[in-house]
């Protein structure tokens, strides 16, 4: 019997479908519109009851892929001083996951590996930025220090990460001395250094300290510039400035605090919107406007409508919301009035990356800054939210989006479990079943 001749990208695609299938253990299950107690429910409160998680499968040995990187040699960054946080982001940018969670985990870490290299070295050289020629040298070293552990090669262009992201790009500020000058940064530092990851988002304090002094630092030019800058607070010069601020507050902090908390603030901004792209309506709206005259054949278009989102990526609860309330709003301008989420059975996972494409095998990804990790037994792993069946919210305006601080819904950030044993079905995706598809794939190939 001849080979099955499948195309590359095919092949790809439905060798993660397939480890996600059989790594997801434990799966909630609809039936007649009740839930079965297999995976509990939420609590009215919106806390999450407790896992009763199925043993593990038996461990492997362990997925690893350690090579030795060819450097270029000219990089001035210290990367042995930061080993323990390149061994992370290499394990958050795994080949094979790093498309699917590079919004969530992935570029969110990757970035803050960058501003906490930059920064620590401003250490020794006084300088919170590169110049552009070592920039390109330190970033094809760091590419290639991540893929020699496990990370996906291209990162740069799955996190559209550019040697300028490591200058001071359009800053006029990038000298440590000269930056101390200019801002209150004992007030900076105390706003910044102890950082609340649940307040800060809607209680911005480190984020507004960082603005302030992104703003200073960015006025030192003419009145005539200082004028402009005014005028556009979203300016390009203020976000490179950005940068320079938390290069700064990375090299007063160890890189451990320094990668927790440039992690809670990345996560701020990625939780304010929906990362999804939709496509057409017309399907949906063909099957579902006038008063929805047939529920089967509008539930059918709805649900095959949210597949298509499904192949996208991992996504975080709150990003779930965000995403469930743009695309209602889009059918409201449709005329589409009727709550389709209840009436269809959509939840905020059937907005995440499925495991076989189904409704119930979504994982949404925790609100809070989550990384993937690595054991000896089962591998790769990253935590999803399964205790998380919360209805998709309708919305009740056109004009008004869900927002994240003013949400009606409780979404716990991480799922509760009676054991703290790592790598369990019901808590996590992992790498450990990737042997069991070799031999299927020697077929296919």
Not at 122 to 151: H, M, P, R
Not at 267 to 283: A, G, Q, R, Y
Not at 434 to 439: D, I
Request: hydrophobic share 40%.
């Amino acid at each position: 019997m001849g080979a099955l001749s499948l195309s590359p990208s095919l092949k790809t695609r439905l060798f993660f479908l397939l480890f996600l299938h059989v790594c997801h253990c434990s799966r909630l299950r609809i039936s007649g519109g009740e839930v079965t107690p297999l995976i509990p429910q939420i609590s009215p409160s919106g806390a999450p009851l407790p896992l009763f998680p199925l043993p593990s499968p038996s461990p492997l040995s362990p997925f690893t892929n350690t090579t030795i990187p060819k450097l270029s040699g000219l990089c001035t960054l210290n990367f042995t001083a930061a080993k323990s946080l390149m061994h992370m982001t290499s394990v958050d940018c795994y080949s094979v996951f790093a498309p699917y969670l590079a919004n969530v985990i992935c570029c969110p870490q990757l970035e803050a590996t960058l501003a906490i290299l930059v920064g620590q070295s401003s250490k020794s050289t006084n300088l919170l930025a590169l110049n552009s020629t070592i920039a390109q040298y330190c970033l094809f070293d760091i590419e290639q220090i991540l893929a020699s552990q496990g990370a996906a090669s291209g990162l740069k262009e799955i996190c559209s990460v550019h040697p300028v992201n490591l200058t001071e790009a359009s800053c006029p500020v990038k000298e440590v001395l000269e930056f101390e000058n200019l801002v209150e940064s004992p007030k900076l530092l105390r706003a910044c250094k102890r950082i609340d990851p649940v307040r800060e988002c809607c209680d911005p304090i480190c984020q507004n300290a960082i603005s302030e002094a992104a703003m200073k630092i960015a006025l030192k030019s003419s009145d005539v510039l200082k004028q402009q800058l005014v005028k556009t607070d979203h300016s390009s010069r203020i976000y490179d400035c950005k940068s320079i601020v938390i290069r700064w507050l990375a090299s007063k902090l160890d890189p451990v605090q320094a990668k927790d908390n440039l992690r809670v603030l990345f996560n701020c901004d990625i939780n304010k919107s929906c990362p999804l792209l939709f496509p057409d309506l017309e399907p949906v709206v063909k099957s579902c406007n006038h008063g929805i005259t047939n529920e089967t054949t509008c539930c059918e278009s709805m649900l095959s409508y949210v597949s298509h989102l499904q192949k996208q990526s991992f996504i975080t609860n709150l990003q779930a919301m965000d995403c469930a309330s743009s695309l209602g709003r889009k059918l409201r301008k449709f005329n589409i009035t009727k709550n389709v989420y209840s009436l269809c059975r959509i939840s905020l996972k059937d907005f995440s990356l499925q495991a076989t494409g189904s409704q119930e095998s979504g994982c949404l990804l925790p609100s809070l800054p989550s990384d993937a990790t690595f054991d000896q037994f089962s591998g790769i792993s990253f935590l999803c939210d399964l205790n998380d069946n919360i209805p998709a919210p309708w919305p009740s305006s056109l004009l008004i989006p869900t927002s994240p601080c003013n949400k009606t819904i409780n979404i716990p950030a991480l799922p509760a479990a009676t054991s703290s044993q790592s790598g369990l079905c019901d808590e996590r995706f992992n790498l450990f079943t990737f042997s069991l598809f070799l031999a299927f794939l020697m077929i296919i190939w």
